[in-house]
């Protein structure tokens, strides 16, 4: 079944690849307005998934979906459908002394799969930048929003097939491991393979898959307050990147503070108790913060409380001589995610810029915004922690790849 599943949508990739630009984005306005419409049956489905998940869950937040997220979903589809299209634009061009013209043009992957977890967005969010980039769309997402996806893929194939388009399209593939599995050996049906989710997930992707892969990591963060670091804009930083949505990759999991800005620190983490943010601090920062903060929310920091991924309401707290030390600590720890310094010091800026080897590295702002909607992509389909191919938030451009063209008027080679 599931190899019959490949080949017809492989055979749908052919399909959408003479459409138009111009007819991409009339389908996506109409599936965007389709999910809005279909909100209230698309959160019956949500409602059963989250009935088989504890509340406690670090993933229960990624996979609630409410009526506020469900329009950012279609705001985020319908930006994605007013985007140029990134298709069949000439990277480079240059003539030969033989008159033969050498055109580098972009295309589609062609099928593009996806593996996530608990989070039903990535369904059309993952449809809507293929399609307008001219790629299939083969998801495979997790048992635990298995109703909340299909809910959302059914909206879709419905709007793909009145417009004469294959359902395929927008493939969702049953749940299970073993599905996973013909995936990631699905070599000549599927281009690429994109994983989403846990660091274990995209470990076992990474070592199991024959199918190329674009890799998107954990995200550990981190945000260094400097000797030069402004309180106020650190204290809004540091509680908007742990607490705006503790289970998404862009969360704050450590603050690396200054040693000489250790009596700033209760104001820095003033506002966390408000959202019941448990700090595991080490030996300096816990003196700094003992007589400040919540005594059943502090605690001291261990060998495993650095390097974390917490995607919960806790933050581990390091204290640092300076910037070079701050780096060499996110050297160690850091995922290559995003990293965020807040200082008035250029020179420390500069140094932390040039020095942090991450995808997206801030100054003086929350790690929150590696979003490609907040980069102006639209939407994202992940974020990529690999140098090769894409970095940061991926969007239309990553998801084409590119051809030779090459024109002449009869030249050979001997």
């Known amino acids: 079944m599931i190899e019959d599943i490949l080949t017809r949508a ?59 997220r469900i329009a950012g979903i279609t705001s985020d589809m319908r930006n994605v459908a007013g985007l140029p299209s990134p298709l069949h634009r000439v990277l480079e061009s240059h003539t030969r002394p033989n008159g033969m013209r050498i055109d580098k043009v972009t295309v589609p992957f062609g099928v593009v799969g996806v593996i996530y977890e608990a989070r039903p967005n990535v369904t059309a969010d ?15 997402g997790g048992h635990e929003a298995e109703s909340s996806n299909r809910a959302i893929a059914d909206v879709i194939a419905d709007v793909l097939v ?27 049906k599927i281009d690429v393979i994109i994983p989403r989710g846990s660091s274990s997930l995209i470990n076992y992707v990474r070592q199991t898959s024959t199918v190329p892969i674009i890799e998107t990591g954990a995200g550990v963060c981190h945000t260094y307050f400097d000797s030069k670091g402004k309180t106020a804009i650190g204290k809004e930083i ?112 500069e140094a932390f810029c040039n020095g942090v080897d991450a995808a997206c590295v801030y100054v003086n702002v929350s790690t929150a915004f590696t979003d490609g909607a907040q980069f102006g992509f639209g939407a994202e389909i992940g974020i990529s ?3 090769l191919h894409a970095r940061g938030p991926m969007a239309l451009p990553e998801l084409t790849t590119y051809k030779y063209i090459i024109t002449g ?3 050979v080679r001997w």
Request: overall charge negative.
């Open 126 to 140: 993952v449809f809507g930048l293929c399609f307008k980039s001219g790629n299939v769309a083969m998801l495979k």
């Open 385 to 387: 922690t690999q140098k």
């Open 162 to 188: 009145l417009n004469g388009l294959p359902k395929e399209v927008c493939t969702l593939l049953p749940s299970g491991r073993d599905v996973t599995d013909e995936m990631l050996h699905a070599n000549g």
């Open 10 to 68: 492989k055979e749908a990739a052919g399909a959408i690849a003479p459409l138009s630009d111009h007819l991409i984005s009339k389908v996506l306005m109409q599936v965007a307005s389709a999910i809005d419409a279909n909100t209230r049956y698309i959160l019956d489905a949500n409602k059963a998934d989250l009935f088989r998940m504890d509340p406690d869950n670090p993933k229960y937040d990624r996979l609630k979906l409410t009526p506020e």
């Open 409 to 411: 008027n009869g030249q």
């Open 238 to 349: 540091v509680y908007n990147a742990k607490t705006r949505r503790v289970s998404v990759c862009n969360a704050l999991d450590c603050l690396l503070i200054a040693r000489d800005r250790l009596a700033d620190l209760p104001e820095i983490c003033k506002r966390l108790p408000d959202s019941n943010v448990t700090v595991y601090a080490d030996d300096e920062a816990f003196a700094a913060l003992k007589d400040f903060y919540p005594a059943e929310l502090l605690q001291h920091a261990d060998s495993e409380s650095f390097g974390r991924e917490w995607l919960d309401y806790k933050m581990s707290i390091r204290t640092v001589a300076d910037v070079q030390e701050a780096m060499a600590h996110i050297a160690r720890y850091g995922s290559g995610h995003s990293e965020s310094i807040v200082t008035e010091d250029s020179a420390a800026a």
